[in-house]
């Protein structure tokens, strides 16, 4: 298996889960000019990453990659647990981390092209996406006062949410009113297969 991947983008998740099943894989880190390469184009129409290979199967989407490698490989318990209603509440936070707070970084790293040049414009739109971010964050921390993940165990959930934060420490994005996170965060990087992908990623140091 190949796994296409970004520094510290959200293809760190997938990285990670290659590393719990122990299974023989590479990682390449790419560029994002070589993403929208015609090479990398003919694997991914939409020329972003996770992009995962497995013999004749490209697969794109992270929630996609994340599921496939769970049914291959269940002896990892990539969702924190074998248990179908564990597995659930550990998808539902995927989802909520994929879907909803990765969008509302968008405007962080990326300007819609209507803002270009308009100063004004652009600190509104930054400033309201910092917010709507912090306030989403808000909700994980609340979840964190009772728990230590958010599946049974260690997550692909968890490893989500640990790389958007570290987007917002590149952002200057203070969460620290958020008590939990930081604490969070220690824990997941204390895990082996985490740690792995942070080395090889260059995210460690």
Request: hydrophobic share 45%.
């Amino acid at each position: 298996m190949k796994l296409y991947c970004l520094k510290g983008a959200c293809s760190f998740v997938p990285h990670v889960a290659l590393e719990w099943t122990g299974a023989e894989y590479q990682a390449e880190l790419v560029s994002r000019d070589f993403i929208k390469s015609a090479e990398f184009l003919a694997l991914n129409p939409r020329g972003a990453v996770p992009l995962l290979v497995d013999g004749d199967l490209a697969l794109s989407q992270n929630q996609a990659i994340l599921h496939y490698l769970d049914e291959k490989y269940p002896e990892a318990k990539l969702f924190g647990s074998k248990t179908l209603r564990d597995k659930a509440k550990a998808a539902r936070w995927l989802a909520f981390f994929n879907c909803d707070v990765h969008k509302s970084f968008v405007p962080l790293f990326r300007l819609p092209s209507y803002a270009e040049g308009n100063e004004e414009l652009t600190r509104l739109i930054r400033q309201q996406a910092a917010e709507q971010v912090l306030d989403q964050l808000s909700t994980a921390n609340e979840h964190l006062e009772s728990h230590i993940f958010f599946g049974e165990n260690i997550s692909v959930a968890d490893v989500y949410l640990y790389i958007m934060l570290n987007w917002c420490r590149l952002l200057g994005l203070d969460f620290s009113h958020l008590e939990q996170l930081s604490p969070f965060i220690q824990r997941v990087e204390a895990n082996a297969g985490v740690d792995a992908a942070r080395i090889a990623e260059g995210l460690k140091g």
